[in-house]
């Protein structure tokens, strides 16, 4: 009999949304439904994921959920921060991502979670304002009020646990600054100074969370919890983190399709990315300043895995460029087109054409689900600091300096397999399913 490292999951586990706009109320709804039996949650691992554990003899499939004790649906109790006041019945109808169909059986649930006010600077975000948002002298004393928050939402909701995810827009480019990121100490006296240049409010999200002992997942691109600083507190406050950027759509594709061309050992000299959508990430993205942060994000998977250090004559001349435009029509149905330049044999060029006509937040939520309940996995198994396991949900997985990322999909789906192996006692292994 193996023996399951990770603690049961008992009572009720807390998961505080930061940004409740369109994927968090479509995560929110679909978690509601799936609870009353109404909808299937499609898409994630941890709730209808089926693996091989052991070897040999002992080689069996089971769900996720019986290998390991992954927090039952009926346990999780929501809430959030955005700087509307919109609560979630009203958010989900703004984000016109579900019909009222699929939102009405969930109503009183959703009319129940109301946003806490917003740790919010319109400097990282200028292409949004609501009136939901915090006020105080400097980002110490606004995080102290994130952490009263995580505090009384815990009692007031009889949890036992809290996950805390960032699930708001993707905030404007910010350079690493060792000076002020380089440590705990250094970045804490940037906040009493408020020095509102290098402390972005997600890393405020991020130091309340785990001051509060909650594990932090970043969703979208910004620099937050990939500094110094923030790895040192994880490790002092035993908490996991993991980001960054959900791997949804076209990312995903993107690490699909590179390593069969890196594996046959097909040419790329270019690949054209773009994309529309009109949502309110959009609009956020429509400003450069937040785009550079996405753009980054997007772009460093391909370098990554067609790796011109070893195929210099295939890939050294790659031209890569990601575009991503506001198209208010499309609302959260976004679409891409993909124009990848390869060449085979002699030379010879070839073009593939890839168009996804997909739906942003609903391929977005059960990445988010998971990344909640291995979060909280994480926390029982005693883990802390960088989540690389979950490199699986994430477009530019955090890695310590030094150290490479892994974005091939199915390596990274290895990984996580393999950390729900070491979880439930068994040991990690290259066996093929
Ligand atoms: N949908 C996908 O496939 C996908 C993939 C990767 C990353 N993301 C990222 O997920 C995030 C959410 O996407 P979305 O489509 O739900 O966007 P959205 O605009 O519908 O929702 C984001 C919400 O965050 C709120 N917000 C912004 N700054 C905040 C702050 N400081 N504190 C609290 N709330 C704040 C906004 O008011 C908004 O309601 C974006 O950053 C997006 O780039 C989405």
Redesign the pocket.
Known sequence: MKENIVKPANGKLGVMC???????TTTIIGTLMARKGLAKPVGSFACEGIMRIGKGKEKCYKEVKDIVPVADLNDIVFGA????EDDAYDAAVK?NVLKLQDIEPVKDELRAIRPYK???DKSY?SN?D?PNVKVGESRWELTEQLREDIRNFKRENNCERVVVIW????EKYIPRNDEVHGSVKAFEAAMKANDVANVA?SMCYAYAAMREGCPFVM??PNLCVDIPAMWELAEETKTPITGK??K??QTMMKTVLAPAFFTRQLGVTGWFSTNILG???GI?LDNPENFET?RRSKTSALENILDSDVYPDLYNDMYHKVRINYYPPRGDEKESWDNIDIFGWMGYPMTIKVNFLCR??I??APLVLDLILFSDIALRAGEYGIQKFMSFYCKAPMHKDGEKPVHDLFKQFAMLKNKIREFAGYEADQELD
């Open positions: 930061v940004g409740l706009g369109a994927v968090t921060w955005d700087l509307y984000a917003a740790l919010f975000a949004i609501g699930i708001a827009s993707t409010p969703g979208a950027d959900f949804s759509g949502n309110r990430d956020v996405k942003d937040s391929l977005a």
